[in-house]
């Protein structure tokens, strides 16, 4: 998707079917053919989840298809909520109805058409964003969880209360509500392997980094307590981060001052309090934050604030010195 938000309608003006086709292919990368019946009113509304993009949509009367252009896989999730889609891929056909969820992956060329009105929501989301959970990525084919189960039922609730927001919430917020719809989406895939997924080293290391970014503020955060919090002891803890390339701490130490360096600039220089910065990024003292600040970026950061060549360095040249663990 091209844009944050994207307002897509299908009119009854004599280029409205072009324009529509267009829309399809430029913002979608979706291929649109017309139907018996009056296609006129068919909408989209899209906006981004942080590395998700969620679709509402109403459709009649034509069907759509997935350009081919050999770019990375995307899976999708739909939910109809009113109406019905037919989607096929391969030799299997399905007719999802109200209520029903359908997930489908980009690899595989596949099909879905709209007889009749169709209200449905949609998530589209890159595959190596479950990849690097740890979690299935890969589908053999269409995926219709069973809607009698309380899990389904519940992550298609929370699908339609965030659709319901219609992307009005903050930047923020959406980023979150993808990573959370991420953990959960592969509860939707009726895989026995995916039951083994929270002993994967990949698996393990994400809830490691997500548990490390939720606890930057404090200061008493070890090798430890996060490796307690993910079920794993220390050593092993220690062996995961090394084979992607750090030691716990220093990946703990440059994620705070990254978030340190970020706060800095966007920060209002006028009004700024470096020691309310080192607080709210887990040093102990704002002399240790401006020690380790300084060794990590060349300059203090009362000096990030005072010039536009300092804010240069920090901006441009954060790929620095990696500093050890204090």
């Not at 029903?100 to 949609?122: C, G, H, M, N, W």
Request: hydrophobic share 40%.
């Amino acid at each position: 998707m091209q844009n944050d938000f994207i307002h897509l309608v299908l009119s009854d003006e004599p280029d409205g079917k072009d324009i529509w086709r267009h829309g399809s292919a430029s913002e979608f990368r979706m291929n649109c053919e017309f139907g018996r019946g009056e296609p006129a009113g068919s909408n989209v509304d899209a906006w981004n989840l942080g590395r998700l993009d969620m679709l509402d949509a109403r459709f009649a009367h034509l069907s759509l298809s997935p350009l081919a252009d050999g770019g990375e896989p995307w899976l999708f999730l739909k939910l109809v909520l009113q109406g019905a889609m037919n989607i096929e891929q391969g030799a299997d056909v399905r007719r999802i109805g109200p209520g029903e969820i359908v997930l489908v992956e980009s690899t595989r060329p596949y099909s879905q058409s709209f007889d009749e009105p169709t209200d449905l929501v949609a998530l589209r989301f890159p595959a190596r964003a479950l990849k690097e959970r740890g979690l299935r990525h890969a589908l053999r084919g269409l995926v219709v969880p069973d809607m009698s189960a309380a899990d389904v039922r519940s992550i298609g609730e929370l699908v339609v209360s965030i659709a319901r927001q219609h992307g009005e919430t903050s930047v923020g917020l959406r980023r979150r509500q993808g990573e959370q719809l991420l953990d959960v989406i592969d509860l939707l895939i009726d895989d026995p392997v995916a039951l083994t997924r929270s002993r994967s080293g990949d698996a393990t290391l994400f809830r490691a980094k997500r548990y490390i970014a939720q606890n930057l503020r404090n200061p008493d955060l070890t090798i430890a307590l996060i490796a307690s919090a993910v079920c794993i002891s220390d050593a092993h803890l220690g062996r995961l981060f090394r084979a992607d390339g750090l030691s716990v701490m220093r990946y703990v130490w440059d994620s705070r001052l990254a978030l340190a360096a970020d706060m800095l600039k966007r920060s209002d220089k006028g009004r700024v309090q470096i020691s309310d910065i080192a607080y709210r990024c887990g040093f102990s003292t704002p002399a240790h934050f401006s020690r380790v600040f300084r060794e990590r970026y060349g300059v203090a950061p009362r000096e990030a604030l005072a010039t536009d060549a300092c804010e240069a360095a920090i901006w441009f040249g954060a790929a620095g010195a990696r500093m050890e663990p204090h």
